[in-house]
């Protein structure tokens, strides 16, 4: 069964993954997802880091209908989540018990398969978790 | 700069809700007959027409405006999101006060794809991975009021609540049941905070504002004081342009607080100067933070402005008394038309049972994905 992302250029592969952000070689500032252009100051310059293994949830809710196009488990948590890089990433969220999630909690980031597509790939995504938790 | 003043001469309005028996072409027509009417304009009267849209298609303003009898006029169709009328207003308002036009038609009109609507807004990954419900950002921006404006779950609910009991004596709105705390509270959690009666739906309708050098030949004359549509900075992860990621450092002011604040710039007038507003109410939360962002008070004062009933009929600063979306439901390109028209009738002290007492200033406020915010100040 072979695994895909769901976009490329989005992550880094588990077990260690780290997001892919964008920051200007002209004003410094960090995007995500990278773009071939800063939205800050339009410079055309942009390297490549890794960013968010862990951080800290800012605000946070529940999807309990899935929207049009996804076709991952609801309910999910979505959310706002805070990186040490000074990013704060629009993320979806999971958690064991999502009525755990509560702003500042520490959570960390995970790399998994969110569902199966038609040629039966393992679909991978991104989200965040409680970093309390054993994950592996 | 010496510009002219701006007279709204003519409104028209067709009821907002569900038809399933009419195209959109004729929700246009009907509004725009209105307004034509009531502000004596024929229709070679009229030296431009603009017309917010945004699920309609091509040429929309022009396929109504040809049902009419076309006066070679130009037609100008605008797509701003949730401020397109906003926008076509603020087009037509230069219009006049630059001397170009004596009288220009200003309409808006929707038939909102019914069910989940798919945005071509975010790329196709975003919504496979889950990051596209509009609901689940208006959830999170209902949060941070919960956390840090003091406002509370059941102030969610007053919102909802004061907006249904408006509702019920504008007959143009789609929902006019009253409802409890209680049953706002207990209706279907959409995503929490927000519960499904906390929400506005979709939906259909039009709205029409003809402007004029002069004023128009029904009531007192209300003057366009400042009609101002803004887009965001960069930096907001919250922003109503709804990235993928933003800064955490900062928190640049946001496309409602810019329009408001050149809005009461170009007017001379202060949040203190009005008397009644209809504003952005997408969710009862989007409510508090219009409250917020245009300076009816101070940040994060927003539950204190509920709890004390300043934006009841009967408070100091009555908010959306027409029933706002939450009641009349949102046809994206009429929606800021519709609180025009609404305003123009509370300052010719035509609105009926919905009367604010003596209403001389008011303002209109919409903002959307996009993102765009418009801020339009009327007074009599
Ligand atoms: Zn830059």
Request: aromatic content about 6%; overall charge neutral; charged content about 20%.
């Amino acid at each position: 069964m072979a695994q895909v992302a769901i976009q490329p250029g989005l992550f880094t592969a588990p077990p260690q993954p780290r997001l892919l952000a964008g920051q200007c070689d002209g004003c410094r500032e960090r995007h995500f997802p990278t773009a071939d252009f800063c939205p800050y100051c339009s410079h055309d310059a942009i390297s490549i880091c890794e960013v968010g293994a862990t951080g800290t949830l800012y605000l946070h809710t529940v999807v309990n209908s899935a929207p049009p196009g996804y076709d991952g488990p609801v309910p999910y948590g979505f959310g706002l989540v805070d990186l040490p890089e000074g990013l704060r990433v629009v993320t979806r969220l999971v958690a064991p018990d999502l009525a755990e999630l509560r702003s500042g909690l520490p959570v960390r980031l995970v790399v998994e398969p969110l569902y199966r597509d038609d040629d039966g790939n393992d679909v991978l995504s991104w989200a965040y978790g409680p970093a309390t938790k054993a994950r592996r | 700069m010496s510009a002219r003043a701006v007279y709204v001469r003519g409104v028209g309005l067709h009821p907002f809700g569900r038809f399933d028996d009419k195209d959109v072409t004729r929700l246009g027509q009907h509004a725009v007959r209105a307004g034509l009417r009531e502000a004596e304009v024929g229709r070679g009267g009229f030296q431009a027409a603009f017309c917010g849209t945004v699920y309609t298609g091509v040429a929309a303003g022009h396929k109504v405006l040809t049902s009419l009898g076309l006066s070679g006029a130009p037609i100008v169709n605008v797509e701003a999101g949730c401020a397109s009328g906003g926008a076509a207003l603020s087009l037509g308002v230069s219009q006049v006060a630059s001397g170009e036009c004596d009288t220009v038609l200003v309409f808006g009109m929707e038939k909102m794809p019914r069910g989940i609507i798919r945005s071509s807004f975010f790329p196709p990954w975003c919504e496979k991975a889950g990051l596209t419900p509009a609901p689940a950002y208006f959830a999170l921006r209902a949060r941070r009021l919960l956390q840090e404006s003091g406002v509370t779950r059941e102030h969610l609910a007053r919102v909802s609540v004061k907006n249904h009991g408006n509702g019920v004596d504008n007959p143009f709105a789609m929902y006019r049941k009253p409802l409890t705390i209680d049953q706002v509270l207990a209706s279907k959690m959409v995503c929490d905070p927000l519960t499904l009666f906390m929400l506005c739906s979709p939906n259909e309708g039009a709205a029409c504002v003809v402007l004029g050098a002069t004023p128009g030949p029904v009531g007192p004359p209300v003057r366009v004081l400042a009609s101002v549509v803004r887009s965001h900075l960069p930096g907001s992860a919250l922003g109503e342009h709804t990235p993928m990621a933003g800064r955490i450092a900062d928190d640049p002011p946001s496309p409602t607080e810019l329009a408001a604040r050149e809005a009461f710039h170009k007017a001379a007038v202060g949040p203190a100067d009005l008397d009644v507003v209809e504003v952005q109410d997408t969710d009862s939360g989007r409510e508090i933070l219009s409250i917020e962002e245009l300076g009816l008070c101070d940040r994060a004062d927003g539950g204190a402005f509920v709890a004390d009933g300043i934006g009841e009929r009967d408070g100091r600063l009555p908010v959306n008394p027409s029933g706002g979306l939450l009641s009349k439901g949102e046809p994206l390109g009429a929606s800021a038309l519709g609180q025009i028209v609404e305003l123009t009738w509370q300052l010719r002290s035509a609105a009926d049972r919905r009367q604010v007492e003596g209403a001389r200033t008011a303002l209109g406020h919409t903002v959307g994905r996009g993102a765009n915010a418009s801020v339009t100040i009327l007074q009599r």
